[in-house]
């Protein structure tokens, strides 16, 4: 079992960027495939971004392309989602996920999330 721990959610203006990042703990990072998901207030969860266990590979909503990204450092147990460009409607908390299951399979692990407020 793996536990997830985001950080780097804050409050930034319409138009600014923020890193979140999530660390992997009780098991190696890169035996799961990773994701980040969001939540806006009044909304259901979302799919935002995955990447496969060696990184090689990700896959975005189609909406949020361009704009969001995904990374991992396997050798910190660490997957990050640089998001640029932020809009008023990209306020959710963010959740990182991971699963040992391979390619449409559904997550099984996730964090507690973090809050991204972005301002106009």
């Known amino acids: 079992q793996v536990q997830l721990v985001e950080s780097g959610g804050g409050l930034v203006q319409a138009g600014g960027s923020l890193r979140l990042s999530c660390a992997a703990s009780?098991?190696?990072?890169?035996?799961?495939?990773m994701g980040w998901f969001r939540q806006a207030p009044g909304k259901e969860r979302e799919f935002v971004v995955s990447?496969?266990?060696?990184?090689?590979?990700?896959y975005g909503a189609d909406s949020l392309k361009g704009r969001f990204t995904i990374s991992r450092d396997n050798a910190r147990n660490t997957v990050y989602l640089q998001m640029n460009n932020l809009k008023s409607e990209d306020t959710a908390v963010y959740y990182c996920?991971?699963?040992?299951?391979?390619?449409?399979?559904?997550?099984?692990?996730w964090g507690q999330g973090t809050l991204v407020t972005v301002s106009e």
């Open positions: 990447i496969t266990r060696s990184g090689g590979n990700t």
């Open positions: 996920a991971a699963t040992p299951l391979g390619l449409g399979s559904n997550f099984v692990y």
């Open positions: 009780g098991h190696t990072a890169s035996t799961y495939r």
